[in-house]
């Protein structure tokens, strides 16, 4: 028997219902925003620093990310898996880029749709039924808009104002702000007078950009001078997940051979100041699935006082004399018995070797640093780390990392996006290394200047009965083979 006819009103309300959703997809951009793991970040610090900045490559999301966070503050439609900052209240923010003519075609196009198009207005990230009233017009430059009102879910009326770096510093005085973003890297004094903005209101500053002016004094600010009021995140193209892995190396190959670090990776060029210059690729390699049982594992740690705590894991292939960087951890903010724990479910009984300042008793025990570590079941070595002769020179690891990075010795698993963060902005200043976001390349000098306390053990959460025979009481491994 056939179906009884659908009728008109059941036609009419299916059709309502495909004009709704059309109408959604095309007018309601900010509601299909899915943030990759880096934005996500991003948005997050916003919750504990004043400045932040997403320093990534061409076309890896750092826009698009932008225009979502300054929507969420005009708005005041904080998605549920949002943990940055909000704002209860219609904000006042500014949206900065290099010319009134980027500006426009950049975020005013990413915010509000095609410019000089009425049909495409309300097509960007704000929704179009919360524009408040028609956007303003900016002189000069056709279409380009001077000011916004965005209707706040508080019941107000949130205002942006678009402004560009060719204005000058002197465009960036006046009102008081909640909130800028600047997209693209500002000259600095345009930047400082942008983040002044906001220290009246306890407002906050964002940047999203690509660092082709190498170490500028705005990239230094982030990246050399350490603040527990700024921070930054760095996204790569291995981040951006619209970009399919096959297509990646295409698109690196296609920028100019000096910019393709910073342009696909977000590295600003770091020329004599970068300690490692080998290219990641050459470093990279899949993870290693057999792990030959003869191959030794050693963990090393950084302690993290005052910093992230860092651990690797490497293995050493001393036939070959090949070190592998097998695993890495990056923990702020957790105690000992945490750390421990982490590393006991990748290799419990691998022995661990430590820096200098373990010896250091805690303040509140008293008792050395690494020995809290010992506590919780982890085979610390008896005595700090130091190289075959008793000392303990940076400039001897980094000289060795660096020789067998050159010599093909020196492998690390490709998925450890955390580890090669660090390494792409490991750099010195005025000839001495800057102490910021290096916890795992400290850990990793560790692993090789300790590589012969390492142990042929199986990795995993057991710790196997262990063998003393013909070894001293006391001692974590044999002093002879390292095994």
Request: charged share 25%; proline share 5%.
């Amino acid at each position: 028997m056939n179906e009884p006819a659908k009728s008109k009103a059941e036609l009419a309300a299916i059709l309502e219902t495909l004009e709704a959703i059309e109408y959604r997809k095309k007018y309601r951009q900010f509601d299909y925003f899915q943030p990759y793991p880096k934005q996500m970040e991003f948005y997050a610090l916003g919750q504990k620093v004043r400045e932040r900045l997403l320093i990534a490559g061409n076309q890896n999301g750092k826009t698009h990310a932008g225009a979502f966070e300054a929507t969420c503050h005009l708005t005041g439609e904080y998605p549920a898996w949002w943990k940055g900052r909000r704002f209860d209240r219609p904000t006042k923010g500014w949206i900065a880029g290099e010319t009134s003519l980027v500006v426009r075609d950049v975020q005013q196009k990413k915010l509000c749709g095609e410019p000089g198009v009425d049909e495409m207005f309300g097509t960007g990230m704000i929704p179009k039924d919360l524009f408040a009233d028609k956007p303003s017009l900016a002189r000069g430059v056709t279409d380009a808009y001077d000011t916004i009102q965005v209707r706040h879910k508080s019941g107000g009326i949130s205002v942006a104002r678009f402004k560009s770096y060719e204005q000058g510093r002197t465009k960036f005085q006046g009102e008081s702000i909640d909130w800028g973003w600047a997209d693209e890297e500002p000259p600095e004094d345009v930047y400082a007078e942008f983040l002044t903005r906001t220290v009246a209101t306890g407002g906050m500053m964002f940047m999203t950009f690509t660092p082709l002016k190498g170490r500028s004094s705005v990239v230094i600010r982030f990246l050399d001078e350490p603040s527990e009021d700024r921070g930054f995140i760095a996204m790569t193209i291995e981040d951006a997940l619209h970009i399919p892995e096959a297509e990646r190396a295409k698109i690196i190959a296609g920028f100019l051979p000096h910019e393709r670090e910073a342009r696909a990776r977000g590295v600003p060029m770091l020329g004599s100041g970068r300690i490692f210059m080998m290219s990641e690729q050459s470093l990279t390699e899949p993870p290693i699935e057999y792990i030959p049982q003869h191959w030794t594992k050693l963990w090393g740690i950084d302690f993290g006082i005052g910093h992230p705590f860092a651990a690797v894991l490497s293995l050493w292939d001393r036939d070959n004399d090949v070190i592998h960087i097998h695993h890495c951890l990056r923990v702020a903010d957790a105690l000992p018995i945490q750390h421990a724990f982490s590393m006991k479910q990748i290799g419990a009984a691998v022995p661990v070797a430590w820096p200098k300042d373990g010896a250091d008793r805690e303040k509140s025990s008293g008792e050395p640093l690494a020995a809290a570590y010992k506590k919780h079941s982890l085979i610390m070595l008896s005595e700090h780390a130091t190289w075959p002769d008793g000392g303990v020179s940076t400039e001897a690891g980094i000289l060795e990392m660096d020789e067998r990075m050159r010599s093909g010795r020196f492998k690390v698993a490709a998925h450890l996006s955390e580890w090669f963060e660090e390494y792409r902005f490991y750099h010195r200043k005025d000839g001495q290394i800057v102490k910021l976001k290096d916890d795992l390349m400290s850990a990793s000098r560790i692993c090789v200047m300790m590589k012969r306390a390492g142990r042929a053990v199986t990795l995993g959460s057991q710790v196997a009965a262990r063998d003393t025979t013909g070894v001293a009481a006391g001692t974590d491994f044999d002093v002879f083979t390292g095994a």
